[in-house]
Each structure stands twice: as structure tokens, then as C-alpha cells.
């Protein structure tokens, strides 16, 4: 029986995605399509407007399938072939499995699940818009399986169990600034190399022991893969 393949670990941001044309909150001034976040991505916003908060998932869910996964997605799909990869996502959006990507863990939830509003163990993938009026089988409304300000995270344990295994661990396209993800580099062993692709991040000081890689994705990706392979 051949060796257990190295584990890469890959934590991933907005910055991968806006290479397929996705926008980030960060690039459009605190508005996601004229909204201000905490009207459509908290509990608070959607007890004011549930319509608001679904037609605006929507939209981001439609903008999601037009978009095609880049360089970045489809480099780190393919290192598969010689990893055991996880990709632990703060996106919402499917281009990591899309492009091939079998292990994926979404931080924050995806675009293409709902949950219920009485159980968030009872998740449902999407095939349409979602609307006012669609149930779950309690009874409930559904909502956007979505992590939304001020709540729980349900699967950081998951993410932090695989990154304390992780030979290698490659931070892509965020600026670790949004907390608890950006702790995750914290329990990386000490001894096993970490790299940050970013080319906006700029206190580099505080990631001691890390290889900075200042290209966006697409191009920091071929180099990592240049570098492990």
C-alpha cells in the first residue's frame, strides 16, 4: 500500500473568487449591491425585510453561476494529485467544486443551501430563487444557509481539527483580517511551511515563520504548485 499523501490545507477569501468577477464587500465601499451589510448578512436585517434578504441571495446566487472558476481554483483542484487537499473557504460561492475540488469546507456557508429557521440542522440545497412562503418540513421559513454577522460558526472545530494536521498549510487570496477564520493560521505546527497569497496584505510582521507571495491568485497559485510539486 503506497505512503498516505502529504496534507495540504488551504484556506481561501474573497481575493480567489473576485478573479471570476465576484465582488467583494471589502472592494465596493461597505455596500453589497447598494445595501449596507447588516441589512441582507444579519439576523437583525432579516427580522426587519426577509424579501430584501432573500432577493439579494439571489442575486448573489445568479451572479455566482455566470462566474467561472480561475487559475487559482483550478490549480489548487489539481494538487490534488499529489495532496491530500482540504479547502477550508470563507466564500459562498461553488468555484472551488466546480473546478474540482473534492474536500470543502465552507466557513460560512454556501448560496446554494437553505436552512430552516427553527433547526439549522435542517439544511436543503437550492434549485430555485428562494421566496417568502417556502417551508421547511417543520413548517418554518427557510433562509440562506449563510453565516451571518453575529453568529455561530458550526464548523470551525472541523476547520481547526485540519489544520493542526495540515504538512502544509497556503492561506489564498484574504487578508486575515476577518476573525475566528483568521486565527486558523495559528494552529498550524510551527515547523511546517505556511504561505500567504495576497497582494494587498501589508502587515506582514505579524505572521512570523511565513512565506509571503504578493500576486494575485491565478499567479500565486502556479507559483506554490512550482514550488511543492
Known amino acids: 500500500m503506497p505512503p498516505p499523501l502529504p496534507l495540504l490545507v488551504a484556506l481561501t477569501g474573497a481575493g480567489i473568487s473576485a478573479e471570476s468577477g465576484i465582488p467583494t464587500f471589502r472592494d465596493s465601499g461597505g455596500l453589497w ?6 441589512q441582507v448578512a444579519s439576523p437583525e436585517g432579516w427580522s426587519a425585510d426577509p424579501a430584501l434578504v432573500l432577493d439579494f441571495y439571489n442575486k448573489r446566487r445568479a451572479n455566482a453561476l455566470d462566474a467561472k472558476p480561475n487559475d487559482g481554483h ?23 467544486e466546480r473546478a474540482g475540488s473534492t474536500n470543502v469546507i465552507h466557513l460560512h456557508g454556501s448560496l446554494f443551501e437553505s436552512r ?35 453568529e455561530m460558526v458550526p464548523k470551525l472545530e472541523l476547520a481547526i481539527f485540519q489544520v493542526q494536521k495540515a504538512d502544509y498549510f497556503v ?18 505546527p510551527d515547523s511546517h511551511p505556511k504561505f500567504i497569497v495576497d497582494p494587498g496584505l501589508e502587515d506582514v510582521g505579524k505572521f512570523p515563520g511565513v512565506e509571503f507571495i504578493n500576486e494575485p491568485a491565478s499567479i500565486g497559485m502556479k507559483i506554490i504548485r512550482d514550488r511543492l510539486v
Not at 483550478?74 to 472551488?96: G, S
Not at 484574504?174 to 483568521?182: C, D, E, M, N
Open 74 to 96: 483550478l490549480i489548487l483542484a489539481n494538487l490534488e494529485k499529489h495532496f491530500d487537499v482540504v479547502v477550508i473557504t470563507q466564500n459562498v460561492d461553488n468555484l472551488h
Open 171 to 188: 492561506v489564498i487570496g484574504t487578508s486575515l483580517s476577518v476573525y475566528p477564520a483568521a486565527s486558523l493560521i495559528d494552529y498550524v
Open 33 to 38: 449591491e447598494g445595501h449596507d451589510v447588516m
Open 116 to 150: 430552516s429557521t427553527l433547526d439549522e440542522n435542517l439544511v436543503y440545497p437550492i434549485l430555485n430563487d428562494m421566496n417568502i412562503g417556502d417551508q421547511c418540513e417543520l413548517g418554518s421559513q427557510l433562509r440562506p444557509n449563510i453565516v451571518w454577522f453575529g
